[in-house]
């Protein structure tokens, strides 16, 4: 059974860096095709998608925050940590990592799609 | 503004078919697959289609997924009171490298 959580801060002030962890288990991140995805969800608005890292440690961020953001994977402790700098209010949402079973499919189209999520972690920003 | 356009809200009595429709690009929902989530309020989003019109297993085949061109829609037949949530779509995105989400539909069951 694929389950995975994520943890880090609740509150972080403005300019600050935020880091969260992304722990899973019931899958590898070795395994051909899987991938974890960050996705973001500010109160009341649409989802957001951050940051992928791949079972080859191949990393896509979201052009309109790529500046801010790393993404990394630790497959010994099965997690995927992301970090984003110089928090602003505007970044307070709800931090989900999801499970992606496959990104490409050989019949030539990209097929990525999130089939297991966390619970999800709000993160406010605020001083 | 979202680069897939799906209407803001959407209603239907019980038992009756609704439609949601998502309206994308060539880089997006013409070159590669569409997939649909449904989110409770206060809940994690739940895959309901991926791959244009798979079901995952254990998902209520009264959810069907269908794509012409560079649009998708969502079909719900048999409308349910637990059907009242939100509806996103998704796909990647060639020109962004990376999946891009719709702005989501609030499906209302009158």
């Known amino acids: 059974q694929i389950t995975l959580k994520e943890s880090g801060p609740t509150l972080v002030k403005p300019s600050q860096t935020l880091t969260l962890t992304c722990t899973f288990s019931?899958?590898?991140?070795?395994?051909?095709?899987?991938?974890v995805g960050w996705i973001r969800q500010p109160p009341g608005k649409a989802l957001e998608w951050l940051a992928l890292?791949?079972?080859?440690?191949?990393?896509r961020y979201s052009p309109s925050l790529k500046n801010r953001l790393t993404v990394t994977r630790d497959t010994s402790k099965n997690q995927v940590v992301l970090t984003m700098s110089d928090m602003d209010p505007v970044d307070t949402a709800t931090y989900y990592c999801?499970?992606?079973?496959?990104?490409?499919?050989?019949?030539?189209?990209?097929?990525?799609?999130?089939?297991?999520w966390g619970q999800g972690t709000l993160v406010t920003v605020s001083s | 503004q979202s680069v897939l356009t799906q209407p803001p809200s959407v209603s239907g009595a019980p038992r009756q078919r609704v439609t949601i429709s998502c309206s994308g690009s060539?880089?997006?929902?013409?070159?590669?697959?569409v997939n649909w989530y449904q989110q409770v309020p206060g809940k994690a989003p739940k895959l309901l289609i991926y791959?244009?019109?798979v079901q995952p297993s254990g998902v209520s085949d009264r959810f069907s997924g269908f794509k012409s061109g560079t649009s998708a829609s969502l079909a719900i037949s048999g409308l349910q009171s637990e059907d009242e949530a939100d509806y996103y779509c998704?796909?990647?995105?060639?020109?962004?490298?990376?999946?891009?989400f719709g702005g989501g539909t609030k499906l209302t069951v009158l």
């Open positions: 998704a796909a990647w995105d060639d020109s962004l490298s990376g999946p891009v």
């Open positions: 791959d244009d019109d």
């Open positions: 999801a499970h992606a079973p496959t990104i490409f499919d050989p019949r030539g189209y990209y097929d990525l799609y999130f089939d297991f």
């Open positions: 060539r880089p997006n929902v013409g070159n590669n697959a």
């Open positions: 890292v791949s079972w080859d440690d191949d990393k």
């Open positions: 019931g899958f590898s991140l070795y395994s051909g095709g899987v991938a």
